[in-house]
């Protein structure tokens, strides 16, 4: 097999992680294909005890991905890999890009130059989904791109408004068990006309550290996340510190203080997060090129 199939075929192994594929990665060229690395290498450079070493080593004997590339075609699923050229060139550029990335619908949208990512709490206030609707509807209509994350609450608000355009969801889970069940309507409808993309293999089941993991693709993809009602201790603002340590622009719609779903985003403004009162306060900090 060549490199990509190796890492596709790796990261179906239930004994390699992220890193480790990252470490095989970077080695390759050196050392050459990883079946030809000899065990001290392999130990060495994996920093594996001797249980996750006989068990990589076993996993590394039986490699094969035809059926399961079979199979992923037949669902329409696509992989892209960190070596292709059409990988997405902003989230390349973090510092811990998702090595493979399977992806429903369009996959073209995720090289867009007019992304913008919005996440915020799962239990918006009908003044937050007012301010979405005054501040994203223009983009909209100028063919932005909306990125979010499928949960309930500003997630399911930013897609539906995203639809009118275009809108891209990050799932935290395998694209054959998306979460939460009650906006599976809506991941049908994204990736039929639209695209769904996650880092993980398909088949797996939503766990709770993934999702605060993901949410370094969701502002990864885009130049600028803008966050709509946030506590002070919210994914939410997960995804705001990951924003500022990509470089990326972190943009907070203003709540009421009487809100303690705006805490949180109130705190990123007196922090320095732009406020944003409208589509030209978004647009004034995002250059597209």
């Known amino acids: 097999m060549d490199k990509r199939s190796w890492l596709i075929y790796l990261h179906h192994c239930h004994s390699v992680t992220n890193l480790m594929l990252r470490k095989i990665l970077f080695n390759w060229d050196n050392l050459g294909p990883i079946i030809t690395w000899s065990d001290h290498e392999i130990k060495t ?3 594996l005890s001797q249980q996750r070493f006989a068990q990589f080593k ?3 004997e039986r490699p094969s991905i035809n059926d399961m590339e079979k199979e992923y075609q037949n669902n329409q699923i696509q992989i892209v890999t960190i070596l292709d050229d059409d990988y997405p060139f902003l989230l390349k550029k973090i510092f811990d890009p998702p090595i493979i990335l399977y992806v429903k619908g369009s ?3 995720l090289n867009d130059h007019k992304l913008l990512s919005v996440v915020g709490t799962r239990h918006p206030s009908s003044y937050a989904k007012k301010c979405m609707e005054k501040v994203l509807l223009p983009l909209v209509k100028e063919k932005w791109t909306i990125v979010s994350g499928l949960a309930i609450g500003v997630d399911t608000l930013a897609h539906h ?4 355009s275009k809108t891209i969801a990050v799932l935290g889970s395998g694209l054959y068990h998306p979460y939460p069940s009650q906006n599976h309507s809506l991941f049908e409808e994204i990736a039929r006309k639209h695209v769904v993309i996650s880092e993980y293999p398909p088949s797996r ?3 709770k550290w993934q999702f605060p993991e993901r949410n370094r693709i969701i502002s990864g993809l885009s130049k600028a996340t803008i966050i709509v009602e946030a506590k002070e201790r919210s ?4 995804t705001a510190d990951q924003a500022l340590e990509q470089g ?3 943009l907070a719609i203003p709540g009421s203080i009487l809100e303690p779903n705006a805490r949180g985003t109130n705190k ?3 922090q320095g997060a732009k406020l944003v009162m409208d589509s030209d306060d978004i647009l004034s900090e995002i250059a597209i090129d």
């Open 268 to 270: 990123l403004i007196q």
């Open 205 to 207: 089941y939503p766990r």
């Open 107 to 109: 996959r073209s949208l």
């Open 45 to 47: 450079i994996l920093r």
């Open 161 to 164: 408004i995203g639809l009118k």
């Open 248 to 250: 990326r622009e972190v």
């Open 235 to 238: 994914g939410s603002l997960i």
């Open 58 to 60: 076993t996993e590394l």
